[in-house]
């Protein structure tokens, strides 16, 4: 299996454009999760999906941020409109559920930037 | 609240230098503690899986021990391969999601 795949892997953009970062995860894995790490605040957990279904997006900073998840093989985070804060590595991991609490796979990340 | 702590924050050590890593948890009923390490760039890389206290792991130079309120992940003779940041994790007392750690930087010197 390829892992875990994520684009773009680096993004500059300027503030108040959209952006949409894409994953997808391991075949076969029921959860994916979408997180951001900055020097700051470190992982952080925005939302994870069950079987294409959001459960928390409790970590979502505030309504520019969006997900979904169309299918088992596919989901973006979108930010409209991005603002310089939003600086971060944002990672993608999944994981199986396999009957209990099992370690996630991650993404290589996307780096983005905003002006 | 879940919480996840780690010291030292960074740590330099001489190649064939021995020393630990610690991880501090507050979550109620532990659920499993996991590690991580993570090379610049690169999205974080799954080490092991610890369920109970007193339950050791290992891998090459690597060992990680449980206790009921804190992990340690212990570097034998470690290699400047090696160097990287180590991030633990817990799941939440809910739901799959965890709590991250906020890493130890550690640096191995030839």
């Known amino acids: 299996d390829a892992g875990v795949i994520q684009s773009p892997r680096h993004e500059v953009t300027e503030m108040g454009q959209e952006v949409t970062l894409r994953c997808k995860p391991i075949s076969g894995h029921d959860y994916l999760f979408w997180y951001r790490q900055t020097m700051m605040r470190g992982l952080e957990l925005l939302i994870y999906f069950n079987n294409n279904v959001p459960i928390d997006d409790s970590g979502m900073p505030e309504d520019r941020f969006s997900a979904k998840m169309p299918n088992a093989s596919f989901s973006t985070l979108k930010i409209q409109p991005s603002e310089p804060r939003d600086s971060a590595v944002y990672f993608c991991a999944s994981s199986d559920l396999a009957g209990g609490y099992n370690e996630q796979f991650f993404g290589p990340g996307t780096r983005l930037t905003v002006l | 609240e879940d919480q996840v702590t780690q010291s030292p924050e960074a740590l330099r050590l001489q190649e064939g230098e021995s020393s630990s890593l610690n991880c501090s948890y507050t979550?109620?009923?532990?659920?499993?503690l996991f590690w991580y390490r993570q090379d610049p760039g690169k999205g974080p890389e799954f080490l092991f899986t610890l369920y109970s206290a007193g339950e050791e792991k290992e891998k090459e130079r690597l060992k990680a021990t449980l206790t009921k309120k804190e992990s340690f992940l212990h570097i034998t003779a470690p290699k400047p391969e090696d160097s990287a940041t180590y991030l633990c994790a817990v799941p939440h007392n809910y739901g799959q999601n965890f709590v991250f750690g906020p890493g130890t930087r550690l640096s191995v010197l030839p």
């Open positions: 979550v109620s009923g532990l659920r499993g």
